[in-house]
Nanobody, 125 residues
């Protein structure tokens, strides 16, 4: 199965932007539904956005809706998370995850079997 590696995390000031990348190895991403999650200190992991293999559909949940955008490039085996208007509340470890595509979009953590190790985003006020 694919392995996922995130990158792009950094320390930024409030109002800034970052683009996270998730690269897949040992297999193509084209057959997977992809999602981004984050975990803040002392909190559980929360789903942010997901994208189907064809890239035409995606789901974004509050409080990132309108600020975060998920995209994918199957040719590059990469999924991205564009994050704008960052605030201290966005400080967290960010993870990408994959699940075999079955025509269902979900951000339920338990339904994902493939995870990256995460990339840290820190936003200072």
């Amino acid at each position: 199965q694919v392995q996922l590696t995130e990158s792009g995390g950094n320390s930024v000031q409030a109002g800034g932007s970052l683009r996270l990348s998730c690269v897949a190895s040992k297999g193509p991403l084209s057959g997977y539904y992809m999602a981004w999650f984050r975990q803040a200190p002392g909190q559980g992991r929360k789903g942010l956005a997901g994208i189907a293999p064809d890239g035409d559909t995606m789901v974004a949940t509050d409080p990132v809706k309108g600020r975060f955008t998920i995209t994918r490039d199957n040719a590059k085996n990469t999924v991205y998370l564009e994050m704008n208007s960052l605030g201290p509340e966005d400080t967290a470890m960010y993870f990408c995850a994959a699940r075999a595509w079955d025509a269902r979009m979900t951000l339920r953590e338990s339904e994902y079997s493939i995870w990256g190790r995460g990339t840290q985003v820190t936003v200072s006020s």
